[in-house]
C-alpha cells in the first residue's frame, strides 16, 4: 500500500519511509506522485495546518496522504514564532537569519524556556483521518550551537543533554524530537488502524 507525503522535504520523507516501511507500506514524496500543489496554510494550530496539507494532497491524488506541520513554541514571546516558524521574520529568511531575528527577540528575556512541536495527519480516502502530536520542551540559547539539523536546532538547547539539536547525531535527535515522538505515536496508531480495518488488504 502507498502513502503520499505532502511535502518534498527529504528529511521528512526519509523518517517516514523508515517507519512505514515496517508496516509493508511505501511512502512517496508529492513529486515523486506528480503532485504539484501547494496548499494554503490558513490554520491557528499545527494540527489544521497539516491536516489542510493532506487533505489537498488527497484531493488531487484519491489516495492515502500523510503531513506534518512543526514549529517552535518560544514562552517569552507568547508561543510565536509558532506556525508561521517557518516565515518568521518574513519569507526570504534563512535558517540562520531566522535563529539570528529569534535571539535578537530574546536577548533581554530571562525566561527562554520552549518546546518544538509536530503534528502530524493521515487522510484515507474513505473519510477517515489520523493524527499524532509530539513535543520537545528546551530552552533558548544565547547563541547558536552546532552544524547538524536545520530550522532552529542550533539555539534549541536540551538541558538533559547539554547540547542543541544542532549537536545531536542524526539518530540521538530523531530518538528525543518532537517529529521522531510523533512519527512513533504515528507508526503504533497506523498499525493498528490498518489491522483493525483491513484497509491495507482493500
Known sequence: MRFILASNNQNKLRELKTILSALGADVVSQREAGLDIEAEETGTTFAENAYIKAKAALDNSGEPCIADDSGLCVDALGGAPG?????YGGEGLSDTDKCALLLKNLENEEQRSARFVSSIACVFPNGDVLRAEGTCKGVITREPRGENGFGYDPVFLLPEKGKTMAEL??????????????????????????????????
Open 83 to 87: 506556525v508561521y516558524s517557518a516565515r
Open 169 to 202: 547525531s542524526e539518530s540521538e535527535k530523531n530518538a528525543v524530537s518532537h517529529r521522531g515522538r510523533a512519527l512513533m505515536k504515528f507508526g503504533r496508531m497506523l498499525e493498528v488502524y490498518l489491522k483493525e480495518t483491513g484497509y491495507a488488504d482493500q
